[in-house]
């Protein structure tokens, strides 16, 4: 690991230890240094304004003042464009939109030198994405998601079969190379799983939902994981 991306991950760590802290010896460990190179990482820290504290004795450590301002985004030129690529390649994902333009606020407030390293590097990674459904359903069914209202959606199926449906939204699914609406349709009264592909249109409606929970759809299998969550 490089020093700039040891530093960002060390300043991550000491801020989810909250106030129990971190030991130096326990920092080396994770980060496979010495204790010295530790120190001298938490001293770069705190020169660049990250508001760490010092508890000495046994038991004590270090870690990062609750609720004080961090110090400016500071991410490597790889860190910058692994992220890049991941809205880029997921362009078809609930949300993509708004990645996309956090990506790019990120970028922005990146220094000079890191900026100009990390368009070097994305002018190296090529992606040739799914094409998005159209931007006007998206917006729907994202709209109703955040905000669980009932949407209403003109469905064809597999085989070809057009309905119209409203809909509970209960969660976005990705399995399989395909984007799924699930949620429950009241025309069914069931749980169902709606290729975003396949919605022609979609209009959200003043009708909130009646509460379906993401339990109802059952546990992701071992191979999905929300998206804030981790895989084992």
């Known amino acids: 690991m490089k020093r700039a991306e040891r530093l960002h991950a060390l300043s991550e760590m000491l801020r989810r ?5 971190c030991s130096a010896e326990r920092l080396a460990r994770e980060f496979a240094v010495s204790v010295r190179t530790v120190k001298r990482d938490l001293a770069a820290l705190e020169r ?15 870690g990062m003042a609750l609720g004080a301002t ?3 985004v500071s991410l490597s030129p790889s860190q910058a464009v692994a992220l890049m690529a991941a809205v880029s390649a ?3 994902a609930p ?3 708004l990645a996309a333009a956090g ?7 990146l220094d000079p030198r890191t900026r100009a390293r990390a368009d070097a590097l994305a002018d190296r990674v090529w992606v040739d994405a799914h094409p998005a459904p159209s931007r006007a359903v998206r917006s729907a ?4 998601m955040a905000d669980q209202r009932v949407v209403r959606i ?8 057009e309905t119209t449906r409203d809909v509970e939204p209960v969660l976005f699914a990705f399995t399989s190379g395909r984007w799924y609406l699930v949620g429950w349709c009241r025309l069914r009264d069931a749980m169902r799983w709606f290729t975003v592909s396949r919605i022609e249109r979609a209009s959200v409606t003043s009708t909130p939902c009646a509460g379906h929970t993401v339990l109802e759809v059952g546990e992701p299998p071992a191979t999905a994981a929300p998206v804030h969550g981790s895989r084992s």
């Open 70 to 72: 961090l110090p400016p």
């Open 103 to 109: 990506v790019r606020k990120i970028v922005d407030v």
């Open 48 to 62: 660049s304004g990250a508001p760490i504290w010092s508890r000495p004795g046994p038991g004590g450590g270090y």
């Open 154 to 161: 003109r469905y064809t199926s597999g085989e070809g079969a």
């Open 17 to 21: 230890s909250g106030s129990r802290g």
């Open 141 to 144: 069914l994202e709209e109703a």
């Open 95 to 97: 949300y993509a939109d």
């Open 90 to 92: 997921a362009s078809d």
